[in-house]
């Protein structure tokens, strides 16, 4: 039986080491060394960067460390068949950039609505708590882009993937990885 | 290049096309199946809820209407195992009730079959691709048949928790039925309770298609043809006779695969997308669809979640993602007065990181961090699937935006009935009153949006061709040498999982056209 004997591929290696290119090298790094390394950014623009590092910061604390924003360029800009993405299960159709400069566009344009032309990352943290409350409740006047909670639903999950679903997040909160296979160092 | 003609092209490597090339391989007959995705091995069963995305589709060829989407992807395979080679293997037959709900009750339909027709099929199937668990313990609720081969799977604390729960509240709960090792069978090793089931188990504790009846089909010479995404089924100038498929190949290129028999195995959905697809002069509203009834009648269980935070280590982590138990106590179609329909309890699964982050999905920020310390210690949740009845509403149709090879997308169209919403709703209640039971200070029980799970119907069995797709075999009325495999063919879907019942079904129909070769094939 073609079968692989337990625990006998568990090699090492690391989770989520993922293609990112520093000047005109391919390096494999977890998200969390990418932005470390301040790794340059393939497809999202800065201010793009800037929302989606300070949302996710507020839905999962130490998402940014993490590499939240390495990872889903990194993952934005490569064929959707390798992608890893949540929003791949949760039926976003490709290519997956356009869901994310929409939901970032549309999360600016909601808080500069509200808040006197102001950006995201520029809200202090209470304002950006009520701002995500109401994006869970499909409260916010005028958006314009995906479903205001399915946003929330999809970058929360991206933010969880980045700080907990390692090697090292399952760790931190004292849970044994356990893994038959750990994923390969180039992909 | 032209292809060699075939006895049998099948398309869908997945759990129903594996069970029907098994049975024609060992038979004798020249199989080949077509797959969309991927030649997946085990070796790309990596252990990690991310990297396992990568063995789902991306960007499925469905849009969604309706007041209650199906979640299409979180259910839907792509490639060879399809969407049982990460499915939670849980293996509840169903019962009588399901085959004869128009005759019992006057609502929805009836099968043509009875439960006795399927019933030899199931202690098969258990056989033949190993199940664990307690036959006799079942038997309160559904006729005798055999044991199961394996004994039942090890039980963990969450397990132990909802046991005594139930208990108390009057809830009869068995060890669950599962496709998976207890101990070492055929070859295949048994399971070590390490809950990655559903990014794919790599070691064969799983019965997934690669390791059972794709394994069984390739040994007889079944060649599977993987990155081969099929379009339309062909007929003859007269529309008689299926002669072939096309599809198009890994490079984008077009191709044609003859065949003496077709066979649809490309899931619920799929499957009518390529009948419609595949209209023709002689069929101006699609193959084999002179009932008009394909993509007709999709129906898809519904589950309500109980939830609750034991202040102790129940090591949630462990286990497998398959039910420690079950109960078919809520199974009989009138146990609510004023919510129609079966429900499927099970109870005791292990978890990974999302399941601790999405028990509260409405948790962020430092709530979020101080729920997954406490959920990765203390989380525990009992499930119940239920059932909506057949409506012809609810369908998949093409619409008018293209695929990258040309074939018209499809949508889902699907809204829940009342009946399914109340049921729902008193599945709810019934789970937070065993949750509280547990003596759990937290628990909780979502009512937000109705999470859909498996799909059935679209090209549903009956009597006749003018009431149905299908016959039980799965043989379509209109074609005889055109079959169609999986849960579309189900009239009503019950509320048990479906896929041993999709086993069960498609290896009786497998048998059957070995049997009738020389008259279907021609
Ligand atoms: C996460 C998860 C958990 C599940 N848990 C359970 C469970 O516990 N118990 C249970 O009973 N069921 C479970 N299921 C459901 C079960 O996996 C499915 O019901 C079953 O696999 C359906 O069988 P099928 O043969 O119809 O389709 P599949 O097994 O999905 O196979 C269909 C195949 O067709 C291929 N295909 C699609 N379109 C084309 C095309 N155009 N050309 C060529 N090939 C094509 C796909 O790539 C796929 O390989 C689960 C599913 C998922 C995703
Ligand atoms: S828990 Fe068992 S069936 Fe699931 S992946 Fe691990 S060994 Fe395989």
Known sequence: ?187 | MANEKVDVVIVGAGASGSAFAATLAKAGKKVVLLDSGPDWKNEDLISSEMWGRRIRPAGPPFLHEGKNPFGYVGQAGWGVGGAALHYFANFPRYLPTDFKMKSEHNKGLDWPISYEDVAPYYDKVADEVGVSGDAKSEEIWRPAGKPYPMPPMKVFKAGQIWKKAADSVGMRLVPAAVGMNSVEYKGREACIYDGWCSSGCPTGALANPLVTYLAEARAAKAEVRPMSTVTRVLTNAEGTRAIGVEYFDGKRERQVQEASIVILAAWTGQNPRILLNSATDKHPNGLANKSGLVGKYIMTHHIANAWAMMDEDVQPHMGTVGAQYMSYDRYPKTTNPNAFGSSYIVAGTSFKMHDYAGSRGDLFGPELAAHMKKAAKGLIRMNMFGEEKPNAENRVELVTQKDEFGMPLAKIVHSYDEDAVALWNANIDAGAKVAKATGAKETWSPRGGMPTSHLHGGTIMGKDGGSSVVDSYGQTHDISNLWIAGPGVFPTEGASNPTYTIFAVARRGADQLVSKWGSVAG
């Open chain 1, 1 to 187: 039986m073609d079968v692989l004997p337990r625990r006998a591929v568990m090699k090492g290696g690391l989770l989520a080491a993922l293609a990112f290119t520093i000047g005109d090298r391919v390096v494999y790094l977890s998200p969390g060394e990418a932005h470390a390394q301040g790794v340059a950014l393939r497809t999202l623009k800065a201010e793009e960067a800037e929302t989606l590092g300070s949302l996710c910061e507020a839905l999962v604390p130490d998402a940014r460390k993490a590499g939240i924003v390495e990872y889903i360029d990194q993952q934005i800009s490569g064929p959707p068949s390798e992608a890893l993405l949540q929003a791949r299960i949760l039926n976003v159709r490709p290519p997956f950039a356009n869901f994310y400069r929409a939901a970032v566009g549309a999360v600016d344009k909601g808080v500069a609505a509200r808040h006197a032309g102001k950006r995201f990352a520029q809200l202090s943290s209470d304002e950006a708590r009520s701002f995500i409350k109401d994006m869970q409740a499909n409260k916010i006047e005028g958006w314009q882009g995906p479903g205001t909670g399915f946003v929330y639903t999809v970058l929360r999950t991206d933010a969880v993937d980045v700080v907990y679903n390692t090697v090292a997040g399952y760790e931190a909160l004292g849970v044994p990885y356990q893994a038959h296979i750990l994923p390969p160092k180039k992909w």
